[in-house]
């Protein structure tokens, strides 16, 4: 090599030394999980910023489910909105409302040229956060679905078999009486959600309509029916258990007071999230915990159908700079691999939303090993839903679920009884749903 041609060569080297890497696309990730989930959350994104350099997800906590879909709407409206969203299942109407601001993740993954294939999905699952058409508009995350826990040492104390949850409503009154008489516990049971365990999952499993409209995935028009012989018959035995003591109401909402009432051992059984898993195991290892299936009255039903889902989806949010998109849906991709969603829903005990991860579970024999882990999914899973069972999607949905709040304590203060507190929340809900459609 002559000495040009060598400088040459030196002096190209040392440039492209010398210019810095392209720096990383950054993508805004909104999300509502906080403590360990949200820990958890902010591995799962650095396992995809490690598997590649070009994108980088940058989750950052907003809060609540309601204050992170608020923010997200004001920040859009700003023009200041993230790429991704998480949103709460009920918020899926007024996502779905938003049409020119969400990017549907079906769309998404073609326009970018990902492979996307619904069928993978656990179908109760997709089935909720598609349209009319069956096209998927948001990507499932982390999905849950109610489920009963108990105490099986109060059940020994009791008399009763702690291998043998009560099945029907019947049983779970019965069991409550025994239990209390025994001063095993000095509750039967509590729950959790009054809305979305004690009125919208029960009619879901006894096959009643929740509203006209295919339970609002019919249209916006839809006007709520639940006030129905069931819901009125089970609100009425909700205030009379509540006033012999078989039942404690754990409160508004999430019923912050009904997880203390489990884990203290007052109460011998609770009703909540199958996502709570592992918090009831942490919390509760003064005894051992069972694991079981929602009662459901057998005098409607001879088996109950499946349960709906709670949780939340990410979507994709429209207005931002075109690269991120195709890093979103590199993401995306990434979420939907078998291990990622194992790992998830193992820590987490949110379901596996692909049957891919639910077969991985089996395969590491994680469900032999960890008794009730598959409840949730068997229960949702257990027959194909109907238009009754595979969910509700509303406008202005939050507040018919504090008008359902509201209503409740009226009948437990006996202010109402079980008919008018029921017909009063579809009068007002259906008023919600006339003002949410007004709007759009």
């Given at each position: ?348 005990g949110y379901l596996p939303i692909t049957e891919a991860a639910y077969k991985l579970g089996q395969d590491q024999g994680y469900y032999e090993k960890n008794p009730g882990a598959d409840i949730g ?64």
């Open positions: 090599m002559n000495k040009i041609a060598f400088f040459l060569s030196a002096g190209l080297t040392s440039l492209s030394l010398s210019v810095p890497a392209m720096a990383a696309t950054k993508i805004q990730w909104w999300h509502a999980m906080g403590g360990e989930n949200g820990a958890k959350l902010e591995q799962i994104a650095k396992g995809f910023n490690a598997s590649q350099s070009d994108y980088e997800i940058v989750p950052v906590f907003k809060g609540t489910y309601d204050e992170t879909l608020t923010g997200a709407i004001a920040a859009f409206r700003a023009n200041q909105q993230p790429a991704i969203v998480q949103v709460y299942e009920v918020g899926t109407g007024t996502m779905m409302a938003a049409q020119g601001a969400v990017y549907p993740v079906y769309q998404l993954m073609k326009d970018e040229g990902e492979a996307w294939d619904q069928s993978k999905f656990i179908a109760p699952v997709v089935g909720y956060y598609s349209d009319t058409s069956g096209n998927v508009l948001s990507l499932p995350f982390n999905s849950s679905t109610p489920i009963m826990y108990y105490n099986k040492d109060v059940f020994k104390k009791a008399g009763l078999d702690p291998e043998t949850p009560p099945k029907t409503w019947a049983d779970v009154e019965a069991f409550s009486r025994t239990i209390m008489k025994s001063g095993a516990a000095k509750c039967g049971f509590t729950s959790a959600w009054i809305s979305w365990i004690q009125t919208e999952n029960l009619n879901a499993l006894h096959d009643k309509p929740y509203s006209t409209k295919a339970n609002g995935f019919g249209g916006l028009d839809a006007e709520f029916t639940f006030n129905n012989d069931l819901t009125i018959r089970h609100w009425g035995n909700l205030k009379k258990w509540q006033d012999e003591g078989l039942f404690k109401f754990g409160g508004p909402g999430g019923g912050d007071n009904a997880p203390p009432m489990f884990y203290s051992q007052e109460c011998a059984m609770y009703m909540n999230s199958s996502a709570g898993r592992a918090g009831v195991i942490n919390n509760a290892k003064a005894f051992e915990v069972g694991f079981a299936p929602l009662p459901y009255y057998d005098d409607v039903i001879p088996q109950p159908l499946n349960s709906i889902i709670g949780g939340a989806t990410l979507w994709t949010l429209k207005g931002r700079p075109e690269e991120e998109y195709k890093g979103v849906a590199k993401f995306f991709t990434y979420l939907q691999k078998p291990e990622v969603q194992a790992d998830w829903h193992q820590f987490s999914i068997k229960q949702l899973t257990r027959v194909t839903p109907t238009d009754n069972s595979k969910g509700i999607r509303f406008g202005n949905y939050v507040q018919v679920r504090g008008i359902i709040d509201d209503e409740f304590a009226a009948l437990l203060g006996g202010k109402k009884t079980a008919k008018e507190a029921v017909d009063s929340v579809v009068a007002r809900g259906n008023e919600q749903l006339r003002d949410f459609q007004s709007a759009n």
